[in-house]
């Protein structure tokens, strides 16, 4: 048999980076033997036997030569099915039963079923983006079209089977167009959980719409029962629309998981208390998102905050600063985003009624500071408003005729404008102001600069406190719609953190 060499471009997965691989397929003469090379994880691997049969099931010939397919580059770790389309076409062409020239601009994505049927592989918008980038035309699962619905345009093509592929590089039959795009026309389906049903908790509701405005993180603090968790719910609904850019991000990191979110809907991650700290920041031998970046562009709501295990509440500190995780590994390093928002809730105390006016608490002094030891100072400093709930006022019950309380729709007209404030002003939200957007965009008068330096010295606070502190009074500023901070503002976003102690832990 003569030596033949065919080549088809489809694309690995390294964090939302979508490298290019080249698989590269020679059929050669020979006793039968089937290889794969090219830093090849176990999935790949078994693809010899997919691939064989697919094809067979397809009314091909598989070769009966020597057949070695490489993937390259050859440094790069390659994992996942869906290297089977790209591997089987070129398996095709070298052997002389697909038009090679047919091949060229074009990327393969998916995974083979043993009948040639053509199956969805996660990953795939981070790879159709590159591909769009990169301008070729792209050939994948139909059971994929979701997500190539969100990018649009004509360039790429959905098949059922292998055979379908076949028919389309072989005699030029149309394979599929996805759906209209969704990423122009979808809007995000309006907040089921409406501010109006709190009743109540004026502060906390005033500290939410805060948080909301400048996307600062949020900590409740209070006994059971209080409303912390329905308050938190209620967060994705005050803020703004996703961009497109921001939607497309979002969705990518919900595909490389291999779930789905609704488009341009933030996304709102509750994981139990007793997650580890690979599904909280990612993790595993080939590293998968955590939920810091299933959040991404979205809400991350940790409830009973002090019964996450101390590692898991530590490895949060990085992401919340710089919105981003990097996973290292021996043989890759990955990065992914993590650009969320924190909301969490605790109680006072193991019982939960210490500081509370209609129960006693059961915790000696130890006990409770021992609990509230459980979330770190460092991790306490990153955090821009803490908030104390209370009972009082919830056990009388609502009349039929008394107000309801102020709607998400009100709230968040008043957080819209203030967002685009900021965002006119200084491109991002004051809660992701560095410091030459600090020094800019929260300058103090005099005898409020006055004012914070005498609290940071009572108080104790960090120079990232004090940071955190301009920024929520900005955002203050920005709600009320002035250009100077005044020292009323200064002093009221010193109130939203007058729950932290000295050093580690909360006051009570």
Known sequence: ????????????????????????????????????????????????????????????????????????????????????????????????QLRRERLAGIEFYGELALSGALRRVPGLLAALMAARHRQRFAIMPVAGESEAALLGGTAIGLADQLADVVRHLN??????????????????????????????????????????????????????GTGKTMLARRLPGLLPDMSETEALESAAVHSLAGGTLLFRQRPFRSPHHTASTAAMVGGGGNPRPGEISLAHH???????????????????????????????????????????????????????????????CRCTPEQVRRYQMKVSGPLLDRVDLVVSVSRVGLGVPQSAGAPAGESSAAVRSRVLAAVERQVSRAGVLN??????????????QADVQALLEMAGNRFALSARALDSVRRVARTLADLAGDELISGAQLAEALSLRADRGKGDGLVC
């Open 171 to 224: 005699d030029g039959a149309e394979l599929r167009a996805p759906a209209a795009a969704l990423a122009g026309a979808a809007a995000p389906a309006p907040a089921s959980e409406d501010l109006a049903e709190v009743r109540g908790q004026a502060q906390a509701r005033h500290a939410l719409e805060v948080a909301a405005a400048g996307g600062h993180h949020l900590l409740f603090t209070g006994p059971p």
């Open 431 to 444: 809660a992701r102001l560095d410091a030459a957007g600090l020094r800019e965009h929260c300058h103090l």
């Open 298 to 360: 979205g809400v991350l709501f940790l409830d009973e905050l002090p019964e996450f295990s101390r590692p898991v509440l530590e490895a949060l500190r990085e992401p919340l600063e710089t919105g981003q995780v990097t996973i290292a590994r021996a043989l890759r390093t990955v990065e992914y985003p993590a650009a969320f928002q924190l909301v969490a809730a605790m109680n006072p105390c193991p019982c939960g009624f210490a500081g509370d006016q209609t129960e006693a």
């Open 1 to 96: 048999m003569a030596m033949r060499l065919a080549t088809t471009l489809t694309r690995a997965q390294l964090g939302l980076k979508a490298p290019e691989v080249m698989v590269e397929a020679h059929v050669g003469g020979g006793l039968p033997q089937f290889t794969i090379i090219g830093l090849i994880e176990t999935a790949v691997r078994e693809s010899r036997d997919r691939v064989r049969a697919a094809i067979s099931q397809s009314g091909l010939d598989f070769p009966d030569g020597r057949i070695t397919v490489n993937l390259a580059p050859a440094d790069l770790p390659k994992g996942g099915s869906g290297f089977d389309l790209a591997i089987a076409v070129a398996i095709l062409a070298a052997s002389g």
